[in-house]
């Protein structure tokens, strides 16, 4: 199976790599069109700051690319935030893949920190992203912006209000939790991306 692994100025893309190490995955690290384009699906990872990442992709035509493809992709955490249409981190215009704002989010409590990190739970699980997990299983979250729960949403968490933990449309599937830091839950999560690959192969 050839996974691409889209490379960008965001970090946390060598964790990603492990992860598919561990499931027996030698991806390519990439930002070659061609590459990303024969790939059997594509992962898009990282961490960062939005509008210097979108910057960088569009700087790239990566950003055209990302929207172009029909293979299975898989966004992680600031890779789910960029495939929204718009986000609030510096105001910034995104991929538009899920037609959804990325927002901020605001404490109402004292004790409501930000960013939003370490291990929380997932719940209302609909996807074969999730195949065989339980509702309440626990995964490693770090952000400071959120996607509201919307028709896209396939997995909720919540921290101040409910908001989604995972998206799906069409080819596009999308985490804001880490599931290459997520031990066994994020290890099978993984798997069942790749399972879905093979499946529409």
Known sequence: MRVAVIKYNAGNIYSV?????????EPVITDNKDEIQRADCVVFPGQGEA????????SRQLDSVIKGLTQPVLG??????LLCDHSEEG?????????????RFIPTQQDQKIPHMGWDTLTDLHSPLFKGLQEDCFVYFIHSYYVPVTKYTIATNDYIHPFSAALHKDNFYATQFHPEKSGGIGEKIIQNFLNIVQNNA
């Not at 105001?91 to 927002?103: A, P, Q, S």
């Open 91 to 103: 105001e910034t215009d995104c991929l538009g893949i899920f037609d959804t704002t990325v927002k």
């Open 51 to 58: 509008k210097k990442t979108m910057e960088y992709l569009r």
């Open 76 to 81: 992680i955490c600031i890779g789910m935030q």
């Open 17 to 25: 790599v492990h992860g598919l190490n561990r499931l027996g995955i």
